[in-house]
């Protein structure tokens, strides 16, 4: 199992990134997915999660309207989409999955900072 994320950066507060998530070694479609994020200091936390077709998501009240994950079956791959960013989302960033054991990316780096 390997994941990959990528698209972090810096960004002034109120901009936008876009995360992906490259998913190999499993059968993507069967497996929901996550993001989670780590800011210096803190636990780990849940972002957002996706069931396995897209039909069941579920938001951490920090993000809800702001984030949208979304999911290409086709492509295996899990994307974070994050507007309205606020210097608190400043994190690590990890792509997640479960299949008998946890699973975790190298994490990407998101700064939110004027």
């Known amino acids: 199992v390997q994941l990959v994320e990528s698209g972090g950066g810096l960004v002034q507060p109120g901009g936008s990134l876009r995360l992906s998530c490259a998913a190999s070694?499993?059968?993507?479609?069967?497996?929901?997915m996550s993001w989670y994020r780590q800011a210096p200091g803190k636990e780990r936390e849940l972002v957002a999660r996706?069931?396995?077709?897209?039909?069941?998501?579920n938001y951490s009240d920090s993000v809800k309207g702001r984030f949208t994950i979304s999911r290409d079956n086709a492509k295996n791959t899990v994307y974070l989409q994050m507007n309205s960013l606020k210097p608190e989302d400043t994190a690590v960033y990890y792509c997640?999955?479960?299949?008998?054991?946890?699973?975790w990316g190298q994490g990407t780096q998101v700064t939110v900072s004027s």
């Open positions: 997640y999955v479960r299949i008998a054991t946890n699973y």
């Open positions: 070694g499993f059968t993507f479609s069967l497996f929901d």
């Open positions: 996706i069931s396995s077709a897209g039909g069941r998501i």
